[in-house]
């Protein structure tokens, strides 16, 4: 271990105390989800969440992730939204776009949040789904299989 007198630019600012760190991680997870929990959800059939691509309708067609419906970011409203919803109230939407290169979502998400919904990010988007090696659906989606590991 090399010792300086210095410190680095990551100690520069301390860390947080972890009682702060515990309350902030678990904030965070009221915000977001991954590719992971989403893929698991639809593997077990536990689906308990609305899940949107909001990318457009020409990317949606290419491919997307099963069970998504596409709504277009620009074309969110809350009474679209709400027929969504109708016999799942309890459920909250859960938003992707084209990866971390994109804040589609986080428009997406504070859009329908404005209307009234609960609603979280899937980090990474199409991106992450696709280095998760997941499937796809659409009319590409036999471009982006995976043979099986």
Request: charged share 25%.
């Amino acid at each position: 271990m090399i010792h300086s007198a210095t410190v680095s630019k990551v100690m520069a600012t301390p860390p947080a105390d972890p009682d702060e760190s515990q309350l902030y991680f678990a904030a965070k997870l009221q915000f977001e989800t991954d590719c992971a929990d989403v893929y698991e959800a639809y593997q077990t059939g536990n689906v308990d969440f609305i899940l949107l691509d909001v990318r457009s309708k020409k990317s949606f067609e290419q491919y997307h992730l099963p069970g998504a419906k596409n709504f277009p970011r620009s074309e969110l409203s809350r009474a679209e939204l709400q027929m969504l919803q109708t016999g799942h109230e309890e459920r909250c939407f859960v938003v992707y776009c084209a990866g971390t290169h994109c804040n589609a979502a986080d428009k997406a998400a504070a859009a329908i949040a404005g209307f009234g919904f609960r609603v979280k990010i899937m980090l990474g988007g199409i991106e992450g789904w696709e280095r998760q090696r997941y499937p796809f659906d659409g009319k590409l989606a036999h471009a982006l299989a995976f043979p099986e590991l």
